[in-house]
């Protein structure tokens, strides 16, 4: 009895220790759910003519929620105001439409949810579901079609709006200004060709946005636009390619003020180069000014003097090109600036570079005698300087060697601002690595039509090189750092020797850009050189 009894026991644990081991872990709960939810029906049923109606209701056969609503949902035509659809944020087996914008007549409507529709628990998508109707007899079923390109990067924005606006008696070139396009698309996020569909025919304007608010309409400061160069008539079997630039923003003055003594900042936005500002006011005889551009916002700075004390506003007309405006500028008695100066050359320093100098108030004398190079040697190096009075930046360019370490002493009263303040003494050390430490990069050019500006950007467009080329040469990039660059060559048309963008208004396009299709990668002591032939 007492061998069955310790036999009992040990049974009983051992199965214990199973269910305990087997309650351990989670039950397996078979695959992963893949699939998307299903349509049961809508009400009014897809595809309805003589819509009349302010709400639809579309019914799916599991709980669904929506995501991103704002980005994917694309409404062709616009409806302003747009409709409300819910449930936004909460899960549920069916998803309201309610209209309410005035619709017009004989019009064809998509509503397209791109991948804003998606099952509760595994977010399984419904990709592109579209739900059209119309108000009247038929549905419109013509389509454009085309592809997106960007005119400077390699690859173009997602989120691209593409809309036609319908030519009738009322269009104008200022209509993506103000009025909503008569019909719409959207690239998303996942593709650069794009499809507008359910158009009646008619012709059009071909246009695309990439709309920073999403409001349908064109911001130049904002905003990227595209353009065909002609109107389409639909039908048609052509495919169009649209070409995104940055319009370079219309030059404009922005509430010009006195932000220190005698330093008047003119905020503006557009290209500030040959703008001219002259006080319009009576000043004294042995008034001066001079104008700097600030090196961190958009701003044209004005320095005058002497200080005027008995004048409490100064008069000014501005002129830029086509641009001509008067202001109005209130003075006052505040303090000066203190003269600070800064290197911006800094640590090493590259064998194609010059050593910089710039400060907050305007440079007008510089005593070469009073600036002393030593290298590490401690041998005195000659150079030469030149200075950029809009930057208000000097440049000392001076031979250099591999390897080698330079000491920059600026001794007391070697430069004078505008306001007769001096320097104390400044001291600035420069390094140079080997010619070893860098990578040089020989580009040949085909078919290229000249001149044209060779670029190497990095992987975001950002220049790090450029060279203008006007006639057939190996173009020959030296001491770059190691790193991986992008090639492009810019045509330069009107030969200003630098990229123009287009305009919308004038209707004209970007300056062509041509991309090198691989990455060049650039290693230190490593002389790659590179054909590229470019396309007509």
């Keep these: 009895m007492r061998n069955t009894f310790y036999i009992l026991i040990l049974i009983l644990t ?11 872990g989670n039950p397996a709960g078979g695959p992963k759910d893949v699939t998307a939810p299903k349509i049961v029906k809508s009400t009014p049923e897809n595809y309805v003519t003589n819509f009349n109606g302010k709400e639809i209701k579309i019914y799916f056969d599991e709980y669904v929620k929506i995501k991103n609503l704002s980005k994917q949902l694309i409404i062709s035509p616009p409806m302003d105001p747009a409709p409300e659809v819910t449930p936004l944020g909460t899960a549920s087996k069916y998803i309201t439409i309610k209209i309410n914008d005035t619709l017009l007549e004989n019009t064809t409507y998509a509503f397209n949810f791109g991948n804003s529709i998606t099952d509760n628990n595994e977010e399984n998508p419904y990709s592109y579901y579209k739900y059209i109707l119309s108000t009247g007899s038929y549905i419109d079923s013509l389509s454009v079609k085309g592809e997106i390109l960007d005119a400077s990067l390699r690859k173009p924005d997602d989120f691209v709006s593409v809309r036609l606006y319908e030519i009738d008696s009322t269009f104008k070139d200022s209509i993506v200004y103000n009025k909503l396009p008569k019909y719409v698309t959207n690239t998303l996020d996942s593709t650069t060709t794009f499809s507008i569909d ?33 109107h389409i008539t639909v039908p048609t079997d052509s495919s169009f390619t649209l070409k995104l630039f ?6 404009m003055v922005i509430r010009p003020r006195l932000v220190a003594g005698e330093k008047i900042a003119f905020g503006y936005q557009g290209d500030y180069k040959n703008t001219e500002i002259k006080t319009t006011s009576v000043v004294p005889e042995d008034f001066k000014y001079t104008i700097t551009k600030d090196p961190k916002t958009d701003s044209l700075n004005y320095w005058y003097k002497p200080r005027l004390k008995d004048t409490d506003s100064l008069l000014f007309t501005v002129k830029n090109k086509n641009y001509t405006e008067d202001f109005t500028v209130k003075i006052g008695d505040q303090p000066r600036d203190s003269l600070k100066m800064e290197a911006i050359t800094k640590g090493n320093l590259n064998f194609k570079d010059n050593f910089k100098l710039t400060a907050n108030i305007p440079l007008v004398k510089f005593n070469e005698k009073q600036l002393i190079i030593l290298d590490k040697d401690s041998v005195k190096v000659t150079f030469k300087t030149s200075l950029d009075t809009l930057s208000n930046t000097y440049s000392f360019a001076f031979d250099k060697t591999e390897n080698n370490k330079y000491a920059i002493q600026i001794l007391p009263e070697a430069f004078t601002d505008f306001f007769e303040n001096k320097n ?26 000249y001149p044209v500006i060779a670029q190497l950007t990095d992987d975001k467009g950002e220049i790090k090189a450029e060279i203008y080329s006007t006639e057939p040469e190996p ?28 305009s919308y208004l004038k209707k004209r396009q970007p300056e062509r850009i041509s991309h090198f299709n691989e990455v060049i990668e650039v290693r230190a002591n490593w002389d790659p050189i590179i054909d590229f032939t470019l396309l007509d």
Excluded: W
């Excluded at 359910?198 to 990227?224: C, E, H, R, S």
């Excluded at 060559?489 to 020797?497: E, G």
């Design 14 to 24: 051992i199965g214990l220790t199973i269910v305990s081991c087997a309650n351990r």
């Design 246 to 251: 940055k319009e370079e923003a219309d030059f």
């Design 475 to 502: 173009l020959d990039f030296r001491y770059l750092d190691p790193a991986k660059y992008y090639l492009r060559v810019i045509f330069d048309a009107n030969k200003n020797q630098k990229y123009d963008s287009g």
């Design 198 to 230: 359910n158009i009646k025919a008619g012709k059009y304007m071909l246009v695309a946005l990439k709309d920073a608010n999403q409001d349908n309409k064109f911001q130049q400061l904002t905003d990227k636009i595209a353009f065909y160069k002609n």
């Design 424 to 449: 104390d003494t400044l001291n600035y050390r420069l390094s140079t690595k080997s010619f070893a430490d860098y990578g040089n990069v020989r580009i040949t050019l085909y078919n290229a039509k």
